[in-house]
């Protein structure tokens, strides 16, 4: 975007030099807009190298807001006191999780936007930002879920989302093999979760009216 302040200097010495001109203390063969032009050009050179910027952080907050409004609407906004045998939760975060974002207060008065502040830090600590929609949702769901998991099946899948599904499908499976009194009755809700992150993909890909 040009510069209000810089065009109206261009104007302002346009205007400048064309009195000069007109009281003959310049020659009338001085080009008035010069000045101008030189301001302008300079300005619409700057503003074309920041352009590509701008849509990258657009591009970029777009995958965010789509892998936040996945989990959304996948946690709910629910507290629920010791979550998987460990501690309690809201919006699918844990009380650590949101004291080592920055939360002070107790997670069961966590509000959508404070959820929401927490879940931007997530997803920078993801690295989901660099990855391609639909993958950085996928991957990001994966993160809040289990960080060292999703790290691994990230690495693991090479970026292949159908593999990277199949993975994170066959931990849960694991888990609930090892540990079914504990992670037995969360198996459900995570397959169906896949099932949704399945979904998504398919209408992205059906659709392809994503434009991040």
Known sequence: ??????????????????????????????????????????NLQVSSSVLPLNNEIAQGNAKFREGLKFVFEREGSKYVREDGGRESSKYGILQSTAKEC????????????????????????????????????????????????????????????????????????????????QYGKYLKGWNNRIKNLRIMVASYNDKSNFTA
């Open 1 to 42: 975007m040009l510069s209000h302040v810089n065009l109206i200097e261009a104007i302002l010495a346009s205007k400048q030099l064309d009195l000069s001109r007109r009281a003959g203390r310049l020659p009338h063969t001085q080009n008035v807009g010069e000045s101008f032009e030189k301001v302008l050009k300079n």
């Open 102 to 181: 920055g939360f002070r207060g107790n997670v069961r008065n966590l509000t959508k936007a404070d959820a929401e502040i927490i879940y931007r830090k997530i997803w920078d600590k993801s690295g989901a930002e660099s990855l391609p929609f639909p993958l950085s949702t996928v991957h990001f769901d994966t993160y809040v879920n289990s960080p060292t998991a999703a790290e691994k099946i990230l690495s693991k899948s090479h970026g292949n989302i159908d593999v990277y599904l199949r993975l994170r499908e066959q931990r849960y499976a694991r888990l609930a093999d090892i540990r079914p009194e």
